[in-house]
């Protein structure tokens, strides 16, 4: 196992650690691909369980289901987004304050609960109704939850030369999960009784993530934030276990000179009065650039996606029934993007591929704009065209939830990933019901036109802001990217010390 040299004692309160190198110098394992799978899940469970809700809405009116009005039907996604944003946030705070390991096995136990009670819904009166809300609500806080605790996780234990590629292909398979969605209900609709087939689609994501907490809970808790809340002897063994299995594999690890120690105060709990000082005053520019990122892919994500359908019947005169099939190569597209350009963000670098990809989606949607107005698309060229805008719009729209979880410190990065996920989902939310309005009856193109051009110009101001704000953090350690309000480098001044109490 790798030693180090003898250093000096740290003065009272303070813990001396290699762990963050230890880290960042291992290659890629077992360990590694393990931990990836187990966590990943989450992305491919958001996507499947936004598509079912959004393939079942129609079935869900009529008289043999629940007999839903259409306004009860689309409140089931509006409720399952408001979950999301309370999950984030409630569990954000935990992760920061208890783990990322416990709160990764909690946050799937609370959506796979609320998700499985979803299919339990009896009738559509009142008291099913709310109930059925209820369990929408809670299913989406488990997801929310989940993109704080998992972020942070997967950031921590990934070495940094690794950290972007596997954050945006992460984060890309939602898409996955939006083909599995797609898939699964256009299978069952077709197949099944509709009082059975919309109970069976919403079963999908609970069995697959029985599957996936039986692996979770055999994954460490991330040894950055054992250290980081004084768990010195925790870490230790934590970052041994990892190195052990590496070495099980005939890989010999490289000594980890003493220089690349850090001297750390364990973290005091910050809440998110204190979060959001920290983020607008001693990080402002981070702070506008992350939530810049997040707030204009959301809009495009959400003004395009919800409406998808809409725009195929409306406009290209699509049967309904064959509208998933549509929506599948748009995912796939969706899902190449990240797998097939997130080695770029290590290589090429951050600024550059984030504001590339942003720029290069909002042009080629600004082209595909003039195309539609002008009558010169059919319904598979236009979805031709999406998939190649959100190849690389979904690289991008990627790489926000990664800008969001590397460039803040250790200490509140849960947090922070939550507060700008959700006030990116609450600037979301508008794109569905703008693009909706624009849409009508499919009787004109031009006010979808000028709306194509509106996310056109939101995706290339993002791309602005990134190429001027944008932190080059390839390579770097997270330490280095952001450095922990309570650390201290041997031999200089503790610039977190002072500011461990915030």
Known sequence: MTTTHEASAPAPGIIRSLIPARIDRLPWSPFHTRMVIALGVAWILDGLEITVASAVVATLTKAETLALSSTEAGLIATVYLAGEVVGALFFGRLSDKL??????????????IGSGLTALTLSGGTGWLI??????????????????????????????????????????????????GTLGTYIFLNQLDPGIAWR?????????????IVVRRHLPESPRWQVM??????????????????????????????????????????????????????YPQRAIYGAT???????????????????????????????????????????SGPFLLGHLFDTVGRKKMISGTYILSGVLLAITAFLFKADALTATT???????????????????????????????????????????????????????????????RGPLFGGYLLGAGVMIVGGLVAAVLGVSAEGKSLEDVATPLALRRPGTRAEGAARSGI
């Open 99 to 112: 783990g990322r390991r416990k709160l990764f096995i909690i946050t799937l136990a609370v959506y796979l």
């Open 200 to 212: 069976v689609a919403f079963l999908l994501g609970p069995v697959l993530g029985l599957v996936i």
């Open 293 to 335: 990122l997040m707030i204009t892919q959301s809009f495009l994500y959400n003004a395009i996606f919800f409406t998808y359908t809409l725009v195929l019947t409306n406009f290209f005169d699509v049967d309904e029934k064959k509208a998933p099939l549509f929506l599948i190569a748009f995912a796939v597209g969706n899902l």
């Open 131 to 180: 109930f059925l809300y209820a369990t929408r609500f809670i299913s989406g806080m488990g997801i929310g939850g989940e993109y704080a605790a998992i972020n942070s996780a997967i950031d921590e234990l990934i070495p940094a030369r690794f950290r972007g590629r596997v954050d945006i292909m992460v984060n890309g398979t939602y898409w996955a999960g939006a083909i599995i």
């Open 382 to 444: 236009q979805t031709v065209a999406w998939c190649l805008i959100f190849f690389f719009a979904s690289a991008g729209a990627s790489s926000a939830y990664l800008t969001v979880s590397e460039i803040f410190p250790q200490e509140v990065r849960a947090k922070a990933i939550a507060v700008f996920f959700a006030i990116a989902q609450c600037f979301g939310a508008l794109g569905p019901v703008i693009y909706g309005a624009l849409i009508g009856e499919g009787e004109d």
């Open 229 to 282: 809340h004084g768990h010195e002897a925790e870490a230790e063994k934590t970052i041994d276990y990892i190195e052990h299995e590496v070495e099980a594999g005939g890989r010999e690890l490289p000594r980890v000179p003493e220089d690349k120690a850090v001297e750390i105060k364990p973290a005091e709990d910050i809440g998110y009065f204190a979060l959001a000082r920290v983020l607008f005053k001693e």
